[in-house]
């Protein structure tokens, strides 16, 4: 049996250790009648050196937040964008097929094997304050992730407060931050319940978070090649993808139950009025953005429209 | 030879110096961030990026320092047995060379990792500095960290004396 | 796990060979993970952990505690802090060694270092006490327990990276320290008190005070209060009040604790450029030799990661069927007997990246974990044959043996093992505090 070590940087019991990760090795095994397994460890490195590890065989396999590596990834801001219909399943397949078609091109991820693509799902904004309206969001002190939610932040005007994740939920109880935007089901593996008692909803989303899963390629090749073909059609890609996108969804589910029973936890969905009033913001971000992605060298709109479509044809059925 | 670690010495006041300002220039912002986001939530937005180039700066400016006057901490346990046995200078020789030699391996690799970070266009959130222009700092201290810990090891093997009257000077 | 437990052993063996740990860390680390993956691998990961370590945002606590401390103590508030507590107590039998113990505690509220405040209260303290005649065993062995609060009274650099390593939250930890560095110096006070009763001609009483001579001697503290009030205060919210808001994490309290400090000591004058620079010098310093003992042991916390220890030891502990409580005992014993050959830090580095997967799998809470792991680190530092407080003591002291003092920290060490066993069994004693501090 080969078994491939897992990089993760994620708190152990978060969702994509103990759902998406645990369940690409599941279904490695499964493919591959258990010549592969994997194993995960965590905290090898931070962040922005999983790439690395990768590529220079320190580990197998990896999973990276985009976001946390700004200049290097421009084309994964896509999926990133506020205004897609439709759960992170839906996403994250549409998100592997948009790669496929055109993303692919820019080669973003040169280096290393790229395993599978995931967004998580529909941003929002948890703060400590209560939030009824768009309007409330001037000036809030809000934790944000990178890539486009810096950019929906500015346009909400927010006060961008830059804490890495872990250190989410002393920010908020300390005071020193009065909000986060995160997607749901972050509401669990950040104890926001406790800290950030109030959700302001938008429908689609603020933003979305762009994730891969990345391989040694050298690794990948070592292995033989039976095993290479079966990974290669039935975990890598589109399957690994809507799985991951799945447990995304599960969380992000769960997480709404649990505020939801929370009694001193609030939903505040946006009025139609501030749907409306996001809509045009969402436009001028998604603007700079495609254009951003067009200078890359790629048709930004084609692919935009792409998504766009694949989910509302996943959102109608 | 003498005037040359002499020479050593007083250059050593440079990369100081540079951690010193950028220490208490660390310790200016963190106080203005603070206020100005406590009494008029208007946060320094780039103070996380600048604090982390700060401390790769007060770092790495300080360790070929701290590696030159051997001010490693380290555990002096059996330091009365060795000097019993006369085996200190052949001990601390071989050790220092050595701590100096094991750097040059992950050196090389962070000079490597630095064209990485400049081939993919990698700059921070705010400023859009460029990522490798630290990582760059962080590789050249690195090798002065490895030579200045080379040649000590070698000398209080090797010229102990020399080391000792250019101490005192 | 035996190839773990060789690695250990060839750090063990480096150690004591006088390489610095940072490097007897990274070199075993290094080779060890290499051997488990392959050599482009590991130089790869040790290169990562040097750039990344080195540009951690949470790490920036670090320098800003050491300058709080060092600038307070260019401020001459240690002096001032003994005269108080003098004033109050130097009038009882063993009253300046109780002294002595008080403004250790009060000096470990602004420095985050155990020897730094052995070393400080050393200078102040001992010429005082050697003046009314005390025993020098009492007298050194009060300033070596003593400046063992400096880690446990927050500010603290072994909670700091105790919550780096380990992503435990570091203002809970802070304020986790509170009421076990308060019992602390209630029960040196005690052992202060059993000294002289054993041997009254070692604490002879001093002159009692006048109340204007005490009032005077508080206004010199006020600036220790401020500066507690104002970090501490930050930290746990309580400065949340209108007008002011101040609320902050522990890197932005550190920052501001530094700057306050820099301001009371330029305030109260004679804070000369040299002295400025001199401070400034060997915190960058201080900061790069901590630095590089991170990432020496991240390096080799990795490599313990990947040939799979934690894992092994959870098995292990499973399969003999031992009690958590069991566990956890035996753990402190080994923590007890490692700190007679270790100091703080080191033993942290090599023990936590272990041991702590294991405590927090079997439901212990990692906040009441690295308050224990801080108070067997501050009894190792007056263990024998290796206390480094002691070393400091006869370095700063200098005619006086290791065995006096060794000796007369005896009722102290045994006050600490009583502590100790109190904070194991009454977990809220830590826990109580951080517990309010939620919204
Ligand atoms: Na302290
Ligand atoms: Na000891």
Not at chain 3, 339 to 348: A, I, K, P, Q, T
Request: net charge negative; with cysteine; glycine share 10%.
């Amino acid at each position: 049996t080969e078994t491939l070590t897992i990089s993760s940087w994620l708190p152990p019991t978060h969702p994509i250790n103990t759902g998406m990760l645990e369940g690409l090795v599941k279904m490695m095994e499964e493919a591959t009648d258990g010549q592969v397994t994997g194993e995960i460890k965590l905290g090898l490195a931070p962040p922005p050196a999983q790439m690395d590890l990768v590529m220079d065989g320190a580990a197998d396999m990896t999973v990276i937040f985009h976001g946390y590596q700004p200049g290097r990834f421009i084309g994964t801001q896509l999926i990133e964008l506020p205004g897609y219909p439709g759960n992170a399943e839906a996403a994250s397949v549409a998100y592997w097929h948009v790669q496929k078609a055109f993303l692919d091109k820019l080669d973003e991820h040169r280096g290393v094997k790229l395993i599978a693509l995931t967004t998580h799902g529909p941003g929002q904004i948890h703060s400590s304050k209560e939030i009824n309206t768009l309007a409330d969001l001037k000036g809030l002190k809000t934790r944000l992730g990178g890539g486009v939610s810096a950019e929906v932040g500015a346009e909400l005007g927010l006060v961008g407060i830059q804490v890495p994740a872990p250190k989410v939920y002393e920010t908020l109880a300390s005071g020193a931050a009065d909000a986060v935007a995160m997607n749901m089901g972050e509401r669990v593996s950040f104890k926001l319940n406790e800290v950030a008692k109030n959700v302001y909803e938008m429908p689609g989303g603020f933003y979305r978070g762009s994730f891969a899963v990345l391989m040694s390629q050298e690794r990948f090749d070592s292995l033989p090649e039976d095993v290479q073909k079966a990974l290669d059609e039935k975990v890598f890609g589109e399957p690994a993808s809507r799985m991951m996108g799945a447990v995304w969804d599960q969380s992000d589910n769960d997480a709404r139950a649990a505020t939801e029973a929370a009694a001193d936890n609030k939903i505040v969905t946006a009025s139609a009025e501030d749907q409306a009033a996001f809509a045009e913001m969402a436009a001028r971000v998604r603007e700079k953005v495609l254009a951003q992605i067009s200078a890359a060298g790629i048709d930004a709109q084609a692919a935009y429209d792409m998504v766009m479509t694949e989910m509302t044809a996943a959102a109608g059925n | 030879m003498i005037p040359l670690i002499r020479l050593m010495r007083r250059l050593s006041v440079l990369p100081v110096l540079l951690a010193s300002v950028t220490l208490f220039a660390l310790m200016v912002l963190t106080f203005c961030d603070v206020v100005l986001r406590s009494a008029f939530s208007a946060p320094i937005e780039a103070a996380t990026e600048l604090t982390r180039i700060a401390i790769a700066i007060i770092v790495f400016a300080s360790l070929p320092v701290l590696s030159g006057r051997g001010g490693h901490i380290a555990v002096d346990l059996l330091d009365p047995i060795f000097a019993r046995l006369h085996l200190e200078r052949l001990r601390d020789g071989i050790v220092t060379t050595l701590s100096g030699v094991m750097l040059l391996w992950p050196a090389w690799r962070i000079v490597d990792l630095a064209e990485r970070a400049r081939s993919y266009g990698d700059v921070t959130e705010y400023l859009a500095i460029p990522v490798s222009t630290v990582t760059w700092f962080i590789a050249i201290m690195t090798f002065l960290t490895a030579a200045v810990l080379i040649v000590r090891g070698l000398m209080i093997w090797l010229a102990p004396r020399l080391l000792w009257e250019a101490g005192h000077d | 796990m035996t190839d773990s437990l060789i690695g250990f052993a060839a750090v063990l063996v480096l150690v004591l060979l006088r390489m610095p740990i940072a490097f007897a860390m990274g070199l075993v680390g290094l080779v060890g993970y290499a051997l488990e993956t392959n050599f482009r691998g590991a130089i790869s990961m040790a290169a990562r952990l040097v750039i990344d370590t080195s540009q951690d945002y949470g790490l920036s606590v670090v320098p800003l505690f050491i300058l709080m401390g060092l600038f307070v103590n260019k401020g001459g508030i240690s002096r001032e802090l003994y005269q108080v507590s003098n004033a109050f107590l130097g009038h009882f039998r063993g009253g300046l060694a109780m002294a002595t113990i008080v403004a250790c505690g009060g000096f470990a509220a602004i420095c985050g270092s155990s020897l730094a405040t052995a070393a400080t209260m050393s200078k102040v303290a001992m010429p005082e006490m050697r003046k009314y005649g005390y025993a020098d065993s009492l007298s050194t062995a009060s300033i070596a327990a003593g400046g063992t609060l400096g880690i446990l009274i927050p500010p603290s650099v072994i909670l700091v990276i105790y919550g780096l390593l380990t992503e435990t939250s570091i203002g809970q930890l802070f304020i986790a320290g509170i009421i076990p560095g308060a019992l602390g110096i209630l029960f040196y006070l005690a052992a202060v008190y059993i000294s002289v009763l054993r041997n009254p001609a070692a604490g002879p009483a001093g002159p009692r005070a006048t109340w204007g001579q005490r009032l005077a001697a508080l206004r010199g503290v006020w600036s220790v209060l401020l500066l507690f009030g104002l970090v501490i205060g930050g930290l746990y919210g309580a400065l949340d009040v209108w007008p002011i808001h101040l609320t902050f994490s522990p890197t932005e309290a550190a920052g501001m604790g530094a700057m306050g400090a820099f301001l009371i000591a330029l305030a109260r004058g004679g804070l000369t450029l040299a002295d400025i620079r001199e401070v400034l010098e060997e915190t960058a310093l201080t900061t790069a030799s901590l630095f590089a003992v991170l990432i020496g042991a991240w390096i080799f916390s990795n490599f313990v990661n990947i040939a799979g220890l934690p894992e092994a030891l959870a098995n292990g502990v499973m399969e003999m069927g031992l009690a958590p409580w069991m566990v956890m005992a035996l753990i402190v014993l080994i923590y007890v007997a490692l700190g007679c050959v270790f100091e703080s830090l080191s033993m942290l580095l090599l023990t936590v990246p272990i041991f702590f997967p294991l405590v927090t799998g079997m439901g212990f809470n990692p906040v009441w974990f690295g308050i224990i792991v801080v108070v067997v680190t501050e009894i190792s530092l007056i263990t024998p044959p290796v206390g480094l407080n002691v070393f400091i003591l006869k370095g700063v002291v200098g005619n006086v043996s290791t065995a006096t003092i060794f000796r007369g920290v005896t009722p102290f060490w045994m006050m600490d093992i009583l502590r100790l066993l109190l904070l194991l069994l009454i977990p809220g004693l830590t826990l109580f505090l951080p517990s309010q501090m939620l919204p």
